[in-house]
């Protein structure tokens, strides 16, 4: 019989696992956005190659530079507002203000302290001596931990000051105010012990990538299935994330300027070829959309395949659109949530390869940003050179694993007669086919719906999205009714604990939008 110790370390447990799972929910929204930054940089490599008018390379040259900078080098800005705003439950404007104010009084909380205590260090260059400079200040050198820090202390504080009211003739330092007071002396306070703290920490992170580092392919390996595996959980952002926009994925100097993380340190290279004598190491953590490539091609084919005769048209129809998806943008978890709901083996098997053949592309010498399909390669082909990348091996071993994904499918469906689309009688497809042919939300079904299926209302504690999936906190799981949910065309439910996510697609946002305007955007 479990006792109420017992008891209390489950609630913790879960409560630490909710927690978890809000932010890996919360930290997507502003990773999202680069997605713009990332494809104007990639236009302009292009406009800057040599073999453009001088007038074009200029071009290229200026959004480039004005882009990277601005969005890539102000990475822990943009995430601490976009944090703080995914994570507050309403008043979303007023925790946008909030945040910034935060964040600047952050930068010189610390910069002041510095100088006052004499440890702002006076060097040509701070490339290694644990400061550097954000938004124009010289402060310790937390890359992008300060905006993730400050994005949710930020977000919980504001949550939790926002309805506060005072007296009639204090009232207007109520509410969203007396947030702003309680974050800015919480940023003052940060400021403060991050001085101390920091340079200790950063010793830690040097020590984690260094390790990672040193752990060779089979880090490599592990790096990438897990980043796959964790998906149905939606911790898989917590995986990449680090290694992507900090400094535990390295630190490269490249035209003069430092970079920190492979993502930062991949567009400096693509932007500047003639500095380069060799593709930064840490890309490595960016090969995953190998199987957002060649895993959906095997697969799909595999579905196709595996279908009876007088279904293969309705399964080409529903799949063929989500794989050209996966294929060129990456979005691949309408295809995914099908593996896991047919076989959770059929899941383990997709992430095994997935790991693998991102092992053996860095084995083989691959030296290319591949994490979100075709789209992603290209830039690197044209800007760097063939001995650089050997881009050829993604392609190569692309074949070669395309047959391993399809041929595992294929036996394992027809060894366990999974039921996939095609292999049962009541099938129906939802989520990709709707979701491509839908003008608007409307088309999918009605939100009411997902609201009334989630227990009403008074159930729902937070409503965010992801790139593909609405993330929602409820109150009590039990009151769920799966049934009601799935007259709203989604690709899928995963439940755990108190946290529920649909896979809606790519039209999640315009749907996370109109629940929460349903709801009035007030939930407790």
């Known amino acids: 019989m479990a006792t109420s110790k017992d008891a209390a370390a489950i609630k913790q447990k879960q409560s630490a696992s909710g927690v978890m799972k809000l932010f890996s929910g919360a930290i997507i929204q502003p990773i999202m956005f680069l997605s713009v930054v990332g494809i104007i940089l990639a236009v302009c490599v292009i406009l800057r190659l040599t073999f453009m008018p001088t007038v074009i390379q200029t071009i290229g040259t200026f959004f480039f530079t004005v882009f990277l900078s601005a969005g890539i080098s102000n990475l822990p800005v943009i995430i601490a507002i976009g944090l703080s705003v995914a994570l507050a439950h309403k008043k979303k ?27 702002l260090i006076q060097a040509d260059t701070l490339t290694g001596t644990g400061q550097g400079m954000v938004l124009g200040l010289q402060v310790n050198d937390m890359g992008v931990f300060a905006g993730i820090i400050i994005g949710c202390l930020t977000g919980w504080i504001f949550n939790r000051t926002c309805d506060t009211q005072f007296p009639e003739a204090l009232r207007i330092y109520g509410g969203s105010r007396f947030s702003a007071f309680c974050c800015t002396m919480m940023a003052i306070v940060f400021g403060i012990v991050v ?185 690197g082909i044209i800007a760097l050179p063939a001995d650089m990348t050997k881009w050829y091996v993604f392609f190569i071993l692309g074949v070669i694993f395309t047959a391993l994904w399809y041929f595992s499918f294929v036996f394992l469906i027809q060894k366990l007669d999974l039921h996939v689309p095609g292999r049962e009688e009541n099938y129906v497809a939802t989520g990709t086919t709707t979701v491509k042919n839908a003008k608007g939300v409307a088309a999918m079904g009605d939100v009411q719906d997902i609201i009334d299926g989630l227990g009403g209302k008074d159930n729902i504690k937070a409503v965010i999205n992801c790139m593909t999936r609405l993330r929602v906190d409820v109150k ?29 697609g790519l039209k999640v946002d315009d749907v996370c939008e109109a629940i929460n305007e349903k709801l009035g955007a007030v939930i407790e």
Request: charged share 15%; hydrophobic share 50%; proline share 4%.
């Open 195 to 379: 001085s101390y703290v920091w340079p200790f920490v950063n010793l830690g992170i040097n020590a984690i990538s260094t390790f990672i580092g040193n752990s060779g392919l089979f880090g490599v390996f592990v790096y990438g299935f897990l980043n796959r595996f964790l998906i149905p959980t939606g911790l898989h952002h917590l995986v990449y994330m680090p290694f992507m926009y900090s400094a535990i994925g390295g630190t490269a100097t490249i035209a003069g300027q430092t970079y920190e993380g492979a993502y930062a340190i991949y567009m400096a290279e693509l932007g500047n070829p003639a500095s380069v004598t060799a593709v930064d190491p840490s890309v490595k953590y960016m090969l995953f959309g190998f199987s957002k490539v060649w895993g959906s091609i095997g697969s799909v084919l595999a579905f196709i395949h595996c279908a009876r005769p007088e279904r293969k048209d309705d399964v080409k129809a529903m799949m063929l659109p989500a794989m050209g998806v996966a294929i060129l943008a990456g979005i691949t978890e309408p295809l995914e949530f099908l593996y896991l709901f047919a076989s959770p083996l059929l899941w383990l098997v997709h992430s095994l390869l997935d790991g693998l053949g991102q092992m053996l592309e860095f084995a083989f010498g691959l030296r290319l940003m591949t994490q979100s399909g075709i789209l992603d390669v290209i830039p």
């Open 93 to 119: 404007t007023d925790a946008a203000v909030v945040s910034i104010l935060t964040f600047l009084v952050y930068l010189y909380a610390n910069n002041t302290f510095l100088k006052m205590t004499g440890r």
């Open 476 to 504: 009590d799981v039990s009151k769920v009714d799966k049934d009601k949910i799935n007259r709203f065309k989604n690709s899928g439910i995963v439940m755990k604990e108190d946290n529920v996510q649909i896979i809606i």
